[in-house]
């Protein structure tokens, strides 16, 4: 991964550009490049050399903030074959299934290649990312996109499989098996089989009929714990002075995860324990 991530800016290097509106733009940098907008031109040998941070103007006097984009800014505007997992759901993948560095991943439902370069950042140039998509459009998207934002080939770390998880699946003793597709308890047994006793499994899904059918399907195959299943809602908030409030807007509802660990070989989990119906008691 030889994308830079700090020092004075160089050519090849991707710049965001954000205006006083907070309008972003994200150029690459060229020695004679020169980025036009309705407000005047900016030479790209005005950014060259500078370090993050800093300011530069149009031609037409309109001032602009530069630095490098971060990850989340990146996905958010990548050009999109398919839908993208928000910023907000995969960090909550990365974080809550634990990606560690080193570790090898499966991603089934590569869509636009957002999550696969959320999980590439996580597992390190010592890991490795396999990811499998059915439809040769959106893989083509997603290759171009994870290549854009690491600025290199990423043949080392990462590989793109056109085809269906559950027949083209040929690895086995991996540590984290992520399911971004519209039936994933289809693929719940070849996880299984894929995944290392202590491994996870982690299934975005967009609806409540979704989530249910995942939650039974890993509950009844008989090699996971419990499932656990969440959302998570971001709200920002308005700070001027002491006018401090809840933002009008907020990032609601965009997916649901699931998640269970990987259990041992012949291992059968223990029964669930239920409150009985109209008491406090536990059984």
Known sequence: MGFRRHGPFQAGDQVQLTDPKNKRHTITLKQDGVFHTHKGAIPHSDLIGQPEGSVVRSSGGTAYLAFRHLLQDYTLAMPRGAAVIYPKDASMIVGMADVFPGAR?????????????????AVGPEGHVTSYERREEFAEVARKNVEKFFGDPMDDNWRLVLGDLVSSIDEADVDRVILDMLAPWECVDAAAKALTPGGVICCYVATTTQMSKTVEAIRDHGCFTEPHAWETLVRDWHVEGLAVRPDHRMIGHTGFLVSARRMADGVTPPPRRRRPKGTTEEL
């Open 105 to 121: 991943v499966i991603e089934a439902g590569v869509g636009s290649g957002a999550l696969t370069c959320f999980l590439l950042r």
